[in-house]
């Protein structure tokens, strides 16, 4: 897993509110006409600049709030706030929303996420093409699927919360998180999550060691002095993505490349190229190693914490 910038965010997270606050008003209005929804009408407005863009634990806090108003006024009323919540954010809408309006499509390219930040493996790049249907011209949007990190289900209020979409592949998104709700690291923390842990490797065998063979065991080794639990969160969150299994089975080539590539570009040799071409490290990094060495950029392309972390732990082994 990886971290997003905070700064990258800022701008989304604007654009998220203005394309959207008028349309929550609107369908409050809409949806909620009865009398006993007044105070749930009121709670909306007051408060939908904190749904739309609030962190995690404001709308967790939110949704206790309404929970707790509702009960006051019907005990049983609980159903009824789900049923009425769903009529107002409405994932759905903003996934198929024409192209002049707000829409997913949007939100993902104003994140600029290019990369799945739950596995670092798979690209969520986003783009859009011409097609044409009997005869007429139209614009095709591709984009990411968004995984709500509190499932829209149990918690309809966050359906259209920026916290609560994440750009992700179609694996994580469907195959391993679907609605699962359990407590996890949040891409968007502010604190980077790869400052906390590393990857590092093993070789069982010479062969593997000079990039031969691919017997190789992945390690992940957290930071001296972490706190105990950020660390349990961290664990918890790579063993629920099933992180260090899947790059084990799938993925050791990456491993044997970057051994491969760091025998023959040499620090000498990087060095060398930097003092030639006037360029810096994290430009000879990226031109021979094709990934991102700065840790605000690891979601610019797949494997990049992996690569990074094994060209490091390739130094410290030579130095041993």
Known sequence: MISIDPKQLSFAKKEHKKGLEKYIIRNVELSLSASNQTKLKQFIRENSEKILIGDLQQLLTLNKKLVKLIVEIDKDGVDI??????????????RGREEHLYNLYKLSKNLGIEVCPYCNR??????QYKVN???????????????????????????LSFNNLIPTCSICNSSIKNATNINLRHPYNQDYITNYYTFSFTPNDYESLIGKKENIEIGINYKEGINQKVKEEIERTLQFFNTKDTYEKNHKGVIKEIINKKLIFTEKYMNELEASYKISFNDSYKILFESYYEEDKLHKRPFSKLKKDIFDDINIKANL
Request: no cysteine; glycine share 0%; charged share 30%.
């Open 122 to 127: 798979n690209y969520t790049t986003s783009h």
């Open 81 to 94: 706030l789900q049923k009425d919540l769903k009529k107002i954010f409405i994932y759905e809408t903003i």
């Open 133 to 159: 249907v009997k005869d007429i011209e139209k614009n095709k949007y591709i984009f990411p699927a968004f995984d709500h990190f509190k499932s829209q289900t149990d918690f309809p209020l966050f359906a």
